[in-house]
């Protein structure tokens, strides 16, 4: 494959309201735009881990300098012909998954756009809609929680995910379910519990959730598996899904009944494909979780959710609904609950040069 530039472009977009998790918080979206110009064509990807290290080991800076000292150095010398030898490629860099994540997925909407085709044909499926669910952040208050899921539940989102951590769990799950009554719902803890808190994290049993998402550290697997062996609600892996041979050994041990797929996280579609087809495999469904990313990342998850084993709502949402902008056109919209991916070929959805600029940190190209 001949490549003529490959362009990096760091924007940040501020966020309509603050996103906090039980690790950490975030008032700005950061993310690395990777466009692959070949042959009169661009591919895009996004490169879109938290700022600060308190969700992974990755930030804007780190993913930017691996991309900049490693990965777009190898590809430029190498042209590969293949979206699987860019892998090959990657994979010559030891972890960086944010990193990989943005180069490879640029490969994919051009190799998409090449073919004349869009990207979720590319990967093998025919669908064009997917359900949104609606994910809310921690809030100072019970109060504030319960009017933020009232402002966007009118959109229709299919399903509710609220974060949680100790303290801040039971009593906010009773207040949403004596408000919102049997609204499809379920939690998240993003690493917030310990092993002491298993009997505790049984009592989200009464709850009726659809899961219980990511309750212990990520490297617990063990610990997983004790906690699905003595509750009825699914334990999903997330922060613990970080690739094939973990979800493999996942399964084997009973850990989970369900896997959250981020593309950023696993390195990329590729490996987020070979994820779920694992997981189809043994009977473990899915569903597409994002960080969350800029229009390039979202539509990006929308095109993977349409793969046959996606069972969960997407966490993808409206553009709006978290940031004061966002630079697709068009943006990212959810209508009565469900995401339509766009006429046309590769992403679908086109990069919008004027917003670039008006985000922009910095930019670099490379030939």
Same mark, same amino acid.
């Given at each position: 494959?001949? %490549?003529?530039?490959?362009?990096?472009?760091?924007?940040?977009?501020?966020?309509?309201?603050?996103?906090?998790?039980?690790?950490?918080?975030?008032?700005?979206?950061?993310?690395?735009?990777?466009?692959?110009?070949?042959?009169?064509?661009?591919?895009?990807?996004?490169?879109?881990?938290?700022?600060?290290?308190?969700?992974?080991?990755?930030?804007?800076?780190?993913?930017?300098?691996?991309?900049?000292?490693?990965?777009?150095?190898?590809?430029?010398?190498?042209?590969?012909?293949?979206?699987?030898?860019?892998?090959?490629?990657?994979?010559?860099?030891?972890?960086?998954?944010?990193?990989?994540?943005?180069?490879?997925?640029?490969?994919?909407?051009?190799?998409?756009?090449?073919?004349?085709? *869009? +990207?979720?044909?590319? @990967?093998?499926?025919?669908?064009?809609?997917?359900?949104?669910?609606?994910?809310?952040?921690?809030?100072?208050?019970?109060?504030?929680?319960?009017?933020?899921?009232?402002?966007?539940?009118?959109?229709?989102?299919?399903?509710?995910?609220?974060?949680?951590?100790?303290?801040?769990?039971?009593? *906010?799950?009773?207040?949403?379910?004596?408000?919102?009554?049997? /609204?499809?719902?379920?939690?998240?803890?993003?690493?917030?519990?310990?092993?002491?808190?298993?009997?505790? @994290?049984?009592?989200?049993?009464?709850?009726?959730?659809?899961?219980?998402?990511?309750? +212990?550290?990520?490297?617990?697997?063990?610990?997983?598996?004790?906690?699905?062996?003595?509750?009825?609600?699914?334990?999903?892996?997330?922060?613990?899904?970080?690739?094939?041979?973990?979800?493999?050994?996942?399964?084997?041990?009973?850990?989970?009944?369900?896997?959250?797929?981020?593309?950023?996280?696993?390195?990329?579609?590729?490996?987020?494909?070979?994820?779920?087809?694992?997981?189809?495999?043994?009977?473990?469904?899915?569903?597409?979780?994002?960080?969350?990313?800029?229009? %390039?990342?979202?539509?990006?998850?929308?095109? +993977?959710?349409?793969?046959?084993?996606? @069972?969960? *709502?997407?966490?993808?949402?409206?553009?709006?609904?978290?940031?004061?902008?966002? /630079?697709?056109?068009?943006? @990212?919209?959810?209508?009565?609950?469900?995401?339509?991916? *766009?006429?046309?070929?590769?992403?679908?959805?086109?990069?919008?040069?004027?917003?670039?600029?008006?985000?922009?940190?910095?930019?670099?190209?490379?030939?």
């Amino acid at each position: 494959m001949k %490549i003529d530039q490959i362009t990096l472009t760091h924007v940040r977009v501020p966020l309509l309201e603050p996103f906090r998790i039980s690790s950490g918080e975030i008032a700005e979206k950061d993310a690395i735009l990777v466009g692959v110009f070949s042959e009169g064509l661009m591919g895009y990807g996004e490169s879109s881990p938290m700022s600060g290290t308190f969700y992974s080991d990755e930030t804007p800076e780190s993913a930017w300098n691996c991309l900049t000292d490693e990965l777009i150095p190898r590809v430029l010398r190498s042209a590969p012909g293949s979206i699987g030898e860019v892998n090959s490629l990657l994979d010559q860099t030891k972890g960086n998954a944010f990193a990989k994540a943005g180069m490879e997925t640029a490969f994919w909407d051009l190799e998409a756009q090449k073919g004349r085709m *869009p +990207l979720h044909a590319l @990967l093998g499926s025919d669908c064009k809609q997917v359900e949104s669910g609606l994910a809310v952040g921690m809030y100072p208050t019970i109060r504030e929680l319960l009017l933020a899921m009232d402002k966007y539940l009118v959109e229709g989102y299919k399903r509710v995910k609220i974060k949680i951590q100790p303290g801040w769990d039971m009593k *906010p799950l009773s207040e949403v379910r004596g408000e919102f009554g049997t /609204i499809p719902l379920m939690v998240d803890a993003n690493c917030a519990y310990t092993r002491k808190d298993l009997d505790h @994290l049984k009592g989200l049993d009464d709850f009726d959730l659809i899961m219980v998402e990511q309750p +212990l550290a990520k490297d617990d697997l063990e610990g997983h598996a004790n906690l699905q062996s003595i509750m009825r609600t699914p334990v999903c892996l997330d922060e613990s899904a970080k690739d094939v041979a973990t979800v493999q050994k996942a399964i084997e041990m009973k850990a989970c009944k369900i896997v959250n797929i981020k593309i950023q996280r696993v390195g990329g579609l590729q490996n987020a494909k070979k994820v779920h087809d694992l997981c189809a495999a043994h009977g473990i469904p899915v569903w597409g979780g994002t960080m969350p990313e800029l229009g %390039i990342g979202g539509a990006q998850t929308v095109h +993977l959710a349409t793969l046959g084993n996606f @069972l969960f *709502p997407t966490d993808v949402e409206s553009s709006r609904r978290w940031f004061v902008d966002d /630079i697709i056109n068009p943006l @990212l919209e959810v209508q009565n609950g469900m995401i339509t991916i *766009p006429e046309g070929i590769g992403n679908g959805y086109n990069v919008d040069s004027r917003k670039v600029q008006q985000y922009k940190v910095r930019g670099e190209s490379f030939r």
